[in-house]
């Protein structure tokens, strides 16, 4: 018997919501021990009843009946993801949002004390003195965006190469970063915008014994490697990673004194003096205790001027988002299907390793052992993390045709497409199954097949109306050097999952990752475990360590590569079980960007 299948659009302003279709196929079937596995990474995510509606150019969340739905983070979370989707390409997130190196100055002077001008940094003023202070790029260079949006040719070549970005090359493994604070200022990651142009050269202009070569021909030789994981790993270690920040999560950071790792540190003073701290009492040195009660946290506002926080707590609406941008070469020579009309686009520069990939370059001058992959790039994946609940949500998005996208884990979406999986009759659409192959062994065996692409999934009609109304993918992609909310490219990205919690309610872990950002170790990544490691250590010689935790576990995959972390955090990992207890590490809100923090320069 056929069940009704499209999903229904009301009209209540522009109301969408997608009925849960079923498939309508008929099969007698055996699963086999991956299938089974995969039931569990499959379930259904949103409420039946998870509608949107677009009201005065916004998406608001109401149930199928108009009822407002109260909290459809955790109601709705892969709807809730396509509204994060819509509404971080309409604020232009790829240029307008602040990065690491604007969030994080390599060399950051103290906040200004009221009436004082000079080394010294005022939130709001957009003057990052000569990268000393923070500041906003969709304010600071509003006339030059808003300019390169309406360029062609030569002329936006020119205006984005002005404001070019610079992605940093992915850690790979365990980060020692303690650092003493008293230090000259200490830099772990490499600047991903301000990266000095006179410094790091050109990839076609690297001297190599006297001489400006052009070393890109064996750039693309040789960053491929024969055995290589995967393509999304292969992607992962050559790619422009941009990791941005919205204006709220920006400043945030920069009215409380959070951008240097002082600011971050004395944080942890508070905390740890707070819970167990040396005293003399009756001539006798004890340690004394506020315990149980915590410190109220008091964060910069219009009647908070002088904030004192006990917790680093972001608002509700602070974004961040970690995107991938493939070099239009590199994709060409990965053999990516597409072209530069498929893919959002933009011109960016990638950091290359010339001494990982055996490339000859003369030391004197190029001491760092780098050139700049400059040209057009392709999104080819991205997450999203809000704050929208106190855990935040966390979702990733990735380009249909990158080979390996639903990999290890599945893809699962409950409202913007549905899997065209040869599906059994009756169950719902939400979910794309890994591919599979035999090990042609003497008693086989079914294993993941890597990379070997997947079905495009069929667009729900809820969805499309939902980019309809917000003018999402309704034109053409045209420029390779600035993106558009209106390029047609956009809709031909996925929603990978999204995550909300550590563990089901059954008490499985849950898992996220992405082929590219989680590259070689996708099949155990949760990123809210991941990120609920990041974290500071502050030892008593003023030593500061914003990996006391690290991103990877000490585990690997079949394959070698480090893991992360998934499932419930440990308690240990963050107090010392003691009378009282002691602070090890304080949680700094699921923000590994602080790895980029440095001390004052004085």
């Not at 009215?255 to 003073?269: E, K, S, T």
């Not at 609920?532 to 079949?558: H, K, P, Q």
């Not at 602070?583 to 001390?599: M, S, Y």
Request: negative net charge; proline residues 6%; contains cysteine.
């Amino acid at each position: 018997m056929k069940r009704l299948l499209a999903a229904c659009l009301l009209m209540a302003g522009t109301f969408f919501y997608w009925s849960g279709a079923v498939a309508e196929s008929n099969d007698t079937r055996t699963v086999d021990a991956i299938q089974s596995a995969m039931y569990y990474n499959a379930n259904i995510r949103d409420a039946e009843e998870c509608a949107m509606e677009v009201r005065n150019g916004q998406l608001v969340a109401l149930s199928k009946d108009g009822k407002l739905i109260s909290n459809p983070a955790m109601t709705c979370p892969d709807m809730f993801s396509w509204k994060l989707f819509v509404e971080v390409v309409k604020d232009r997130f790829w240029s307008n949002w602040a990065d690491e190196s604007q969030n994080w100055p390599a060399k950051p002077y103290p906040l200004c004390e009221k009436g004082e001008n000079g080394d010294c940094c005022t939130p709001g003023s957009n003057n990052d003195k000569d990268g000393h202070c923070p500041y906003y790029p969709g304010d600071a260079h509003k006339d030059r965006l808003t300019a390169l949006t309406n360029a062609i040719g030569t002329e936006a070549e020119k205006l984005a190469e002005e404001i070019l970005r610079v992605g940093r090359i992915p850690f790979v493994d365990h980060m020692n970063t303690r650092q003493s604070l008293k230090k000259d200022g200490w830099k772990f990651f490499k600047s991903s915008s301000g990266d000095s142009q006179n410094s790091t050269p050109s990839c076609d202009a690297v001297v190599v014994n006297g001489i400006s070569t052009n070393v890109i021909p064996q750039i693309l030789k040789n960053f491929n490697p024969p055995g290589s994981e995967s393509i999304g790993r292969v992607i992962r270690q050559t790619n422009a990673e941009i990791t941005v920040r919205n204006k709220t999560f920006h400043e945030y950071l920069y009215n409380n004194d959070l951008y240097n790792a002082n600011g971050v540190a004395d944080i942890y003073r508070r905390n740890a003096d707070n819970l167990a701290r040396n005293c003399e009492i009756d001539g006798n040195q004890q340690v004394c205790s506020n315990a149980p009660y915590h410190l109220p946290n008091k964060s910069y506002s219009g009647s908070n001027k002088t904030p004192s926080l006990a917790t680093v707590d972001l608002p509700f609406d602070a974004i961040m988002i970690k995107s991938n941008w493939l070099h239009q070469d590199l994709a060409d020579a990965l053999k990516l299907k597409g072209n530069q009309q498929d893919y959002v686009s933009k011109h960016l520069a990638t950091q290359i390793s010339l001494d990982a990939l055996s490339i000859p370059y003369d030391k004197k001058d190029n001491p760092g052992g780098q050139c700049n992959l400059k040209g057009t790039h392709y999104l080819v994946a991205f997450h999203v993390s809000s704050k929208d609940v106190p855990n935040w949500v966390w979702t990733t998005f990735e380009h249909k045709d990158l080979p390996g996208r639903c990999d290890y884990t599945g893809c699962n979406d409950a409202f913007g497409y549905q899997s065209q999986d040869d599906l059994p009759a009756g169950v719902a659409k939400n979910y794309v199954a890994p591919n599979e192959r035999s090990d042609h062994l003497n008693s086989p065996s079914q294993v993941f097949g890597i990379d070997r692409g997947y079905p495009e999934e069929q667009r729900t009609s809820a969805l499309a109306n939902v980019f309809k109304g917000m003018n999402i993918g309704t034109g053409n992609s045209t420029s390779p050097y600035e993106p558009d909310p209106e390029d047609k490219a956009w809709l031909n990205y996925r929603l990978k999952g999204s995550q909300v919690e550590f563990v089901t309610a059954t008490g499985r872990p849950t898992f996220l990752g992405n082929s590219v950002t989680e590259g070689g170790f996708m099949d155990g990544s949760s990123c809210i475990t991941c990120h609920a490691r990041a974290g500071v250590y502050v030892s008593e010689n003023d030593e500061i360590d914003f990996a006391r935790l690290s991103v990877f576990m000490r585990s690997i995959t079949d394959y070698g590569y480090a893991r992360s972390a998934n499932g419930i955090p440990n308690p240990s990992w963050y107090n010392v079980s003691d009378n009282p207890p002691r602070l090890e590490v304080l949680q700094t809100d699921f923000i590994w960007g602080f790895l980029n923090a440095q001390p004052l320069d004085d």
